[in-house]
């Protein structure tokens, strides 16, 4: 069964999704604007903005590795938390996107379908 909103409610959330959006497109406008008048990027605003990806890549991978179980051996055996460490042991030696993604991949299954089967 579905439920319908409202007019108002339903107009409110339009409204909140518009408003979001123009927020949105206005800010990631501004910076492609300010980037495109300045000719350099100074070095206080350059050194801090290296720890973007690394943040975001943690931002969004982290969460999903690491889960809560029911104890702390549940938690480390995780298919999941290896095949990302070995990922990561790859990322960091070798510096190579093809070669992180294709190795995590290929732990995560090994992991998953043949040890942990």
């Excluded at 590795?65 to 460490?85: F, H, M, N, Y």
């Amino acid at each position: 069964m579905t439920s319908v909103l409202p007019l108002g409610d339903a107009v409110r959330v339009w409204v909140a999704v518009l408003l979001i959006g123009v927020a949105t497109y206005g800010f990631r406008l501004s910076f492609i604007h300010l980037f495109g008048r300045i000719d350099e990027v100074p070095a206080r605003v350059q050194r801090p903005l290296r720890y973007v990806p690394p943040a975001v890549l943690a931002a969004l991978v982290l969460p999903d590795l690491v889960t809560l179980r029911p104890s702390v051996a549940a938690t480390l055996l995780d298919e999941r938390l290896i095949a990302g460490a070995v990922a990561g042991a790859v990322a960091w030696r070798t510096e190579n996107v093809f070669a992180t993604i294709a190795v995590g991949m290929g732990a995560l299954w090994l992991f998953r379908f043949v040890v942990f089967a």
